[in-house]
């Protein structure tokens, strides 16, 4: 904190203005006469400048009265004004139909002509994602920009976000594009779990302020992105923040936003049978085949509840039962018990920024205080960070630039499974949540346990409650980035340039578990730091020339080195503690135990150069060309393919500069590009050292045996992954600027994935590394921007995205045709695995489970062909689907097409702004539906219960009972199946059903109906369940994703209490979804993890709809 409160000096001491000698005032207004608010007001020759307050007005001070001044603002054409002793100027400002003079940050921060670009980019205004009241600034982003997929991973206020930009490049985990603040970068690490854990922390991102963001520019294709080196493989998200501006008076702007989470709807559960087993199952009914009969009695014969993850039982009919404490109910469902769970978030946001300066020097200021309470219970988040900057011309040739940023943040208790107790956890549909959450401790402090004769043991979940409400998993983070830039301008045509950054990451993390045994006995303590630390600086030379002939060129030099060092230690106790409730290491049982590993180090050494060449202001070349040299490429002898260039070339031509075209069409660009990007791997991959696996028994005692770390042979020949690409695109408008069509194709493909593959037992190790694999994403992006109404009071806007990206694997390594993402095709908790398959896409889903089809070798025009095969269970007397067992594609994650729709309205002070995005196509596993099906727990499953659900009547000739829970599904008999019946004599016959479908069978008298629940259970069970439309399920979806009132009041009322300008507004976010394929009202956004491959959906996340308010003021 010391060294924050130094830097803050430093930057505060470089913040001294000069006083201006004259002061100018005066209105910026539109051809409709209204006030123009943000209009940049700029003293010509000078950084000297200010902006319009909401009613268009401005103030600002100048050197003399003879000085010019420069009015701009997007959309409206440029305009200069000599004051010529004048101390109040208005100005109208004609709009412009093209707005393609604006300006926009590129890679390393370079700003750039938007006409120029020879490559697609998207900026969306800072305000705007700040305005979406998200801790992460990838949630902001989205439905803002083609090609850009992004969905959260988890269901905590901090979790990580899962964003790829034209699909998967790599066969990593991390397919994510690189966020770049102020040149700094951020790296968007992985933070999710995987199918089997949670824990997502989140990574860097949240320590971010969205309201310090001026804009935001996403880079998607290579050639945008080339000169940020591999470090941008993904695609980069480069933010600018705010800057201070020059103004007679300090300038303050305070801002508050307060919201709500309301918790509203969650999975469709069934509410009409409660906890027991299913027919064909293990029971303790008198009559297996009809549990929903019966209850089991206890020694009295009294009917009580058995915890079980199955709801097969008694129908929830009010019956008096003894509940799982003994005490006696009602036995009704409770339909609410899922929502009954959560608790109410919400989000206090406050920020005060004070800015200002004069001719030579400007700063701002800004400080923030952002709490939430999550809905999960438990789950907070806080953060504090102050920001700085300030600039300062020194003379008229050395300018300097110097900016901190520091944020505290605690994020507490993270996502911890608590809705999967509704699926596998015992909590069925006759759990009383808002009972049970608050009565989970017995009287000595711990868990009700049975050998303590604790009444209440056998209540399903209080486990989890006292780990939710006792418990505390706590981080404490702090993130530090400090630029600094000095600019020496030696000529008109030739500067030098030396900038650089510092950023760090601390986080230091407890882990307090009180003992849930008895008087608190166990428990533990987990106490561990980690420390991320960057550093870069680069050299320019910069070079720019106004040629002869129309010719405009400047080139640039750059020389760059970054480095970057990790390190983590931790400790624990063992045994549990000693004194209950005492978190400290010295109270562990036995000796506690400890990990670390300390300077986990990388460095980039860069040359760069780029050129710039216009012809007449309508044709722009763009040359760029990078070589890095990087240390995890390079061995310990110095060796290794550690160097590698990457050029890109991209054109740009305005063709209505070129052509006299008709008055109706605006603009027209047409681009192209090409770029080679490459990309290196993790520290000390290629280094790895060895590590201590035991000892063997040898004549001479035992030996210590070594292995390489990891048990992967390192591989001598490593070469940087690269990727090549290609991309043309257009940019036409018309009618005024009333109708835009932005169109972009693109093809990459990346070579020499870095990966690590099996190894054969003999070699002593289980992987090996190697370079392989050739991943290929094509695609198109499609923006249209339409202003059907523009009038003097009202306008309306609408804008409509639009991506299709289709990704293709070309080639693996030999005698590799499948790579392994994520999950598991044969195991895990739905026998499904993402794979990257040689001729198929990234992330298509095999599984050894799919239903074996019928086919008629002798027939191929038989109706059957196709249908599901059925296996007879004759000790059950029911079918089930046969499962292959066979290895195969199953579905594919990825979507056909995403995009959005934003539409904005604006009448005189009012404004309203409403944002939906889609995704249609891309299949999950359901690990919610495979075992929500299996275990009778959702509404589907009602089908076939009883005569209400259509559940067939028929009298058993087996069992002598009477039953209304049968159905007939739709297969074919596997051939050679034999069915034994009783005929009306009471003999038992064989019936030969092979080939015939179930209903062919039933029809002829030759079989009995399936009961539903023994079909629903097996069908969908992890050991002999098969895919199908619960197991893998398509995940498309429209959704509402924002909607924006602001009004912003006069300044005749706000001037009257010292306020320039305010305005207020309500907002709700994720309001609801128009659409949606998955069953059961399952959320689309349960998919787990933020990990490139990962499809899993572990656990339902409930439907959260976000309401809030903001006040933004300016003194």
Same mark, same amino acid.
């Given at each position: ?718 070469? #940087? ?5 290609? *991309?043309?695109? =257009? %940019? $036409?408008? @018309?009618?005024? !600027? /009333? ?48 202003? #059907? ?5 009202? *306008?309306?806007? =609408? %804008? $409509?995205? @639009?991506?299709? !990206? /289709? ?309």
């Amino acid at each position: 904190m010391r060294k924050v409160l130094i830097l803050m000096t430093m930057c505060l001491a470089l913040a001294v203005s000069a006083m201006a000698q004259v002061t100018v005032t005066g209105k910026v207004t539109g051809e409709d006469g209204l006030g123009i608010p943000g209009a940049s007001v700029l003293e010509k020759g000078t950084t000297n400048g200010t902006v319009t307050n909401l009613d268009g007005d401005y103030t600002i001070r100048v050197a003399n009265s003879e000085a010019t001044l420069v009015f701009s603002f997007m959309g409206y054409t440029t305009q200069e004004v000599a004051l010529q002793g004048r101390s109040s100027v208005n100005v109208t400002l004609q709009f412009s139909t093209l707005a393609v003079d604006e300006v926009v940050v590129t890679a390393l921060g370079i700003k750039r002509q938007s006409k120029a670009l020879g490559y697609a980019v998207t900026e969306v205004k800072g305000e705007t994602l700040a305005g979406a009241g998200t801790i992460s600034p990838v949630m902001a982003l989205q439905g803002r920009a083609a090609g850009v997929d992004i969905a959260p991973s988890e269901g905590s206020v901090f979790s990580g976000s899962k964003i790829t930009i034209r699909g998967n490049s790599t066969l990593g985990s991390n397919n994510m594009p690189i966020f770049v603040v102020d040149g700094v970068i951020i790296d968007n690490e992985v933070s999710g779990g995987s199918e089997w854990g949670s824990g997502d922390w989140g990574n860097n991102l949240k320590n971010l302020n969205s309201d310090e963001f001026e804009s935001v520019t996403v880079l998607k294709g290579s050639a945008a992105t080339a000169l940020y080196g591999s470090r941008a493989l993904n695609g980069a998200i480069v933010i600018t923040t705010k800057s201070g501006k020059a103004r007679k008076d300090l300038g303050v702007r305070f801002s508050q936003r307060y919201s709500v989470k309301d918790v509203y709807d969650g999975p469709a559960f069934q509410n009409v049978y409660g906890e027991g087993t299913i027919p064909g199952y293990a029971t303790w009914a008198p009559d297996r085949y009809a549990p929903s009969k019966y209850f089991p009695q206890n020694a009295a014969g009294e009917p009580y509840l058995s915890p079980t993850v199955l709801s097969y039982g008694h129908k929830m009919d009010g019956t008096r039962v003894r509940d799982w404490d003994g005490q006696w109910i009602d036995y009704n469902p409770q339909p609410d018990n899922f929502l009954q769970i959560f608790d109410q978030g919400m989000q206090s946001n406050t920020n005060l920024t004070l800015d200002g300066g004069g001719d030579n020097s400007t700063f701002l200021i800004s400080l923030s205080n952002l709490t939430e309470k999550g809905t999960m219970p438990g789950n907070k988040f806080a953060r504090n960070s102050v920001f700085s900057k300030v600039t300062r011309d020194f003379n008229k040739y050395i300018s300097s630039e110097l900016s901190l940023s520091y944020a505290n943040a605690v994020p507490e208790n993270p996502e911890r499974d608590i809705m999967q107790n509704f699926i596998t956890g015992s909590w069925a549909r006759n759990y009383d949540a808002s009972r049970w959450k608050n009565n989970y401790k017995a009287e000595h402090g711990g868990t009700p346990r049975q050998d303590n004769n604790d009444p209440g043991y056998q209540v399903p979940g209080h486990g989890l409650w006292f780990d939710v409400y006792e418990n505390s998993r706590q981080r404490i983070e702090e993130s530090l980035r400090l630029t600094g830039k000095i600019d020496i301008n030696l000529t008109d045509w030739f500067s030098i340039v030396l900038d650089g950054y510092v950023n760090n990451y601390y986080t230091k993390y407890e882990n307090k578990i009180l003992g849930s045994g008895y008087r608190n006995e166990g428990g533990s303590y987990e106490l561990g730091h980690s420390r991320k630390e960057q550093y870069d600086g680069k050299l320019w030379l910069n070079f720019k020339k106004k040629l002869d002939n129309g010719l405009d060129g400047s080139l640039s030099l750059v020389a760059e080195h970054w480095q970057q060092s990790n390190s983590y230690t931790g400790a624990w106790t063992n045994g549990g503690l000693i004194v209950p409730g005492i978190f400290a290491l010295s109270n562990s049982r036995t000796e506690p135990g400890q990990n670390a590993y300390i300077d986990s180090e990388k460095t980039l050494q860069s040359m760069m150069f780029f050129s710039d060449i216009s012809y007449k202001d309508q044709l722009f070349l763009s040359i760029t060309g990078r070589n890095d040299w990087s240390s995890t490429l390079t061995y310990a002898d110095g060796s290794g393919n550690n160097s590698y260039f990457y050029p890109s070339v991209s054109l740009s031509w305005i063709a209505t500069e070129t052509f006299d075209l008709p008055n109706w069409m605006d603009f027209g660009k047409l681009r192209f590009s090409l770029a080679h990007v490459g990309n290196d791997y993790s520290p000390y991959a290629i280094n790895p050292g060895f590590n201590r696996k035991g000892t063997v028994l040898s004549y001479n005692g035992d030996l210590p045996r070594y292995s390489f770390k990891n048990d992967q042979i390192p591989n001598i020949n490593i070469r #940087p992954e690269n990727k090549k690409s290609v *991309e043309m695109g =257009l %940019d $036409v408008r @018309f009618f005024e !600027n /009333r109708f835009g069509v932005d169109f972009t194709y693109y093809k990459e493909n990346t070579f020499n994935q870095i990966l690590s593959i099996p190894a054969p037992f003999e070699s002593g190790v289980s992987s090996l590394l190697i370079n392989a694999g050739n991943i290929q994403n094509q695609g198109i992006e499609l923006m249209l921007h339409f202003t #059907p109404v523009r009038t003097r009071d009202f *306008e309306w806007n =609408l %804008d $409509v995205n @639009f991506a299709r !990206n /289709r990704n293709k694997i070309i080639e693996l390594y030999e005698g590799i045709d499948e790579y392994l993402l994520d999950g598991d095709w044969g195991y895990g908790n739905t026998r499904i695995g993402s794979v990257a398959k040689v001729g198929g896409a990234y992330g298509v889903l095999m599984s050894d489970s799919s239903p074996v089809k019928y086919n008629n070798p002798n027939d191929p025009n038989d109706p059957r062909n196709g249908m599901i095969q059925l296996t007879w269970d004759a000790a059950n007397r029911g079918v089930r689907a046969a499962r292959d067992q066979k290895k195969s594609v199953v579905g594919d994650m990825n979507p056909d097409f995403t995009g959005s729709v934003n539409t904005s309205f604006s009448y005189k002070r009012f404004s309203m702004d409403a944002l939906f995005d889609f995704k249609i196509g891309g299949d999950i596993s359901s690990y919610s539906g495979r075992y929500g099906t299996a275990y009778g727990l959702f509404e589907s499953t009602l089908q076939g219960r009883d005569p209400e659900f259509g559940g067939i009547s028929w009298n058993s000739g087996f069992t002598g009972g009477s039953y209304t829970d049968g159905v007939i599904v739709d297969g074919v008999f596997a051939p050679g199946t034999t069915v034994q019946m009783k005929n009306s004599a009471g003999e038992t016959v064989s019936h030969n059903v092979g080939g015939m479908t179930y209903q062919e069978a039933y029809d002829n008298g030759m079989v009995e109906p399936t009961h539903s629940g023994y079909w629903t259970y097996w069908n969908n069970s992890w050991g002999t369940g098969v895919i199908n439309d619960a197991v893998l399920q398509e995940n498309s979806y429209v959704g509402f994703r924002q909607l924006t009132l602001t009004y912003n009041i006069p300044s005749s009322l706000t001037q009257k209490v010292g306020i320039s300008a305010a305005n207020i507004g309500v907002y709700g976010r994720d309001l609801g979804f128009l659409y949606k394929t998955l069953k059961d009202n399952l959320h689309p956004f349960s998919v787990r993890s933020n990990r490139s491959g990962a499809a899993h959906e572990w656990q339902q996340i409930p439907y959260v709809r976000t309401f809030g308010a903001t006040l933004n003021l300016s003194l």
